[in-house]
């Protein structure tokens, strides 16, 4: 068994495990449910981990991941923050620059 690497948001780590199981890779997870705990454990150890079964298959599981990816940051296009004008990543919520919200867009 190897890691495909570790998953900082839960919901992308849905739409990567979908996008295993479309392509039929049998993946587990590793931390899913210990979200809770936060805090009581060191930061790094509590994020979910995305494990593929077969070694084999490893590589075709990351391509997988790193298109699932792609196309989620393709449904999210870089905004401008109005506040301050600084350029942010789609899957912000908010500005990183100033943390003004976005506002519908
Ligand atoms: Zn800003």
Redesign the pocket.
């Given at each position: 068994m190897k890691r495909i690497f570790t998953c900082n948001n839960h919901l992308e780590l849905q739409a990567f495990k979908e996008a295993l199981n479309r392509v039929g890779i049998q993946h587990f997870v590793k931390n899913e449910y210990i979200f809770g705990a936060v805090g009581e454990l060191p930061f790094t150890e509590a994020w979910p981990e995305l494990w593929v079964v077969n070694e084999d298959q490893l590589e075709q599981a990351q391509q997988t991941c790193r298109e699932t990816e792609q196309a989620m940051r393709a449904d999210k296009p870089e905004w401008l923050?109005r506040?301050?004008?600084?350029t942010n990543d789609g899957s912000f919520e908010f500005?990183w620059?100033?943390?003004?919200i976005v506002q519908n867009g």
């Open positions: 923050c506040h301050c004008g600084e500005c620059q100033c943390e003004h």
